[in-house]
C-alpha cells in the first residue's frame, strides 16, 4: 500500500511562471491537505479538499493560489505568477474516509519549490 | 495568532538520557493532540497522540502528557537516541474545526552520543 505519492520532489521556477504541484493520497483516502512549510518555520495549513470539493481554503492566499482534487487523479496545487516568497517546502496529507473522526495524517515527502 | 505554540526552537541531550518536549495551545475547544517528527527533505511522520480525555499515552520510549487546565501537553522520550534527532512538530485538532490540524512551529532535537 504505497503512502502518499508527491511530485515532482524538486521544483524551480522563474518568477512570473506556474508551478504546479501533484499529490496522490493513500490508497482509500478521499481527505487531502496541504501544507506550506516557509524556512524556519512550521508547517501552515493551506487547503483542505474532499474528491471535488473544496472543503476549507481558510489558509490559501486570496490571489494566485488555486488547488482542486478531481473525480480521477492527484491533487493539484497550482501556483500562478510565482514571486521568490513563494520558495517554500508543500507538505500534501491525506486521511480516512467522510464522517470517521480524523485521528492521524499521512504525509507525503514533500515538494520543495524554489523560485529564481 | 498562533494556536499551537512550542516557544523551546532547538533541544540538544545526552544520549540515554530524557528528552522533554513542550507545547502549550490556546484553543481550548482543541480536543486531540498529536507528535510529528520530520527528518530533513522527508514528510512529517506520527508519532503519538493523545485525546483530551486522558492525561497520558505511552508508546515504548514515547509518552504523551496532556494537562488540560494548563493547555499544555509534553512528549518524553526515554532513553533517546541518536536517531531520535530530528524536528518535532505538536499539532492540534477540534471536532469542530473539521478534519484539519493545527501545527506548532517545530522543535529540533539534537540527541548526541
Known amino acids: 500500500n504505497a503512502g502518499v505519492m508527491q511530485n515532482p520532489r524538486h521544483l524551480v521556477r522563474r518568477r512570473g511562471q506556474e508551478a504546479r504541484l501533484r499529490c496522490s493520497p493513500m490508497?482509500?483516502?478521499?481527505?487531502v491537505y496541504w501544507y506550506r512549510q516557509l524556512p524556519e518555520e512550521g508547517l501552515k495549513f493551506m487547503v483542505y479538499?474532499?474528491?471535488?470539493?473544496?472543503?476549507?481554503e481558510s489558509g490559501m492566499p486570496k490571489e494566485r493560489f488555486s488547488a482542486e482534487f478531481p473525480k480521477e487523479g492527484p491533487s493539484i496545487l497550482r501556483i500562478q505568477q510565482v514571486v521568490r516568497g513563494d520558495s517554500a517546502a508543500y507538505f500534501c496529507?491525506?486521511?480516512?474516509?467522510?464522517?470517521?473522526?480524523?485521528?492521524?495524517?499521512?504525509f507525503g515527502q514533500g515538494t520543495r519549490l524554489t523560485v529564481v | 495568532d498562533q494556536q499551537v505554540k512550542q516557544n523551546s526552537p532547538s533541544l540538544s541531550v545526552q544520549e540515554g538520557r530524557i528528552s522533554i518536549l513542550n507545547c502549550d495551545y490556546t484553543?481550548?475547544?482543541?480536543?486531540?493532540f498529536l507528535w510529528y517528527k520530520k527528518y530533513p527533505a522527508e514528510g512529517p511522520t506520527f508519532l503519538i497522540s493523545i485525546s483530551s480525555i486522558k492525561d497520558k499515552n505511552e508508546d515504548g520510549r514515547f509518552t504523551v502528557f496532556l494537562n488540560k487546565s494548563a493547555k499544555h501537553l509534553s512528549l518524553h522520550i526515554v532513553p533517546s537516541q541518536p536517531g531520535d534527532s530530528a524536528v518535532y512538530f505538536c499539532?492540534?485538532?477540534?471536532?469542530?474545526?473539521?478534519?484539519?490540524?493545527?501545527f506548532g512551529p517545530g522543535t529540533r532535537l539534537s540527541v548526541l552520543p
Open positions: 499539532a492540534a485538532s477540534d471536532d469542530n474545526y473539521g478534519q484539519n490540524f493545527v
Open positions: 490508497k482509500g483516502h478521499s481527505h
Open positions: 479538499l474532499q474528491k471535488e470539493n473544496i472543503i476549507d
Open positions: 496529507a491525506s486521511s480516512r474516509e467522510p464522517g470517521q473522526r480524523n485521528t492521524e495524517a499521512f
Open positions: 484553543n481550548s475547544m482543541f480536543d486531540y
